[in-house]
């Protein structure tokens, strides 16, 4: 069993920034991606952006240029810089491994963008 802590979400004013991170209780080096999807009440799932074992980034269309996804594997957590938030933007965002036998997921984290 794997334990994912979120952390970093909040209110923010639209065109601002916010930093989520993600705090694993594994060695994530060993997991095949790592990432974060988000999550509008009413809405299935979406990709936010995730980084393969390769090293392979993949970005959900709507966040390209704007938001950076980045792991450390020496304190295995996984960051997402989010840069001119919009209202749109507005979910629970959950913090996402997978594994070689199962996905696991956070308990997810709030950010509202709102004025």
């Known amino acids: 069993q794997i334990q994912l802590v979120e952390s970093g979400g909040g209110l923010v004013q639209p065109g601002g920034s916010l930093k989520l991170s993600c705090a694993a209780s594994?060695?994530?080096?060993?997991?095949?991606?790592v990432g974060w999807y988000r999550q509008v009440a009413g809405k299935e799932r979406e990709l936010v952006a995730t980084?393969?074992?390769?090293?392979?980034?993949n970005y959900g269309d709507s966040v390209k240029e704007r938001f950076s996804v980045s792991n450390d594997t020496v304190k295995n957590t996984v960051s997402l810089h989010m840069n001119s938030l919009k209202p749109e933007n507005t979910a629970v965002y959950y913090c996402?491994?997978?594994?070689?036998?199962?996905?696991?997921w956070g308990q997810g984290t709030q950010v509202t963008v709102s004025s």
């Open positions: 980084i393969s074992r390769g090293g392979l980034i």
């Open positions: 594994v060695d994530i080096s060993t997991l095949h991606r």
């Open positions: 996402y491994v997978e594994s070689q036998w199962t996905d696991y």
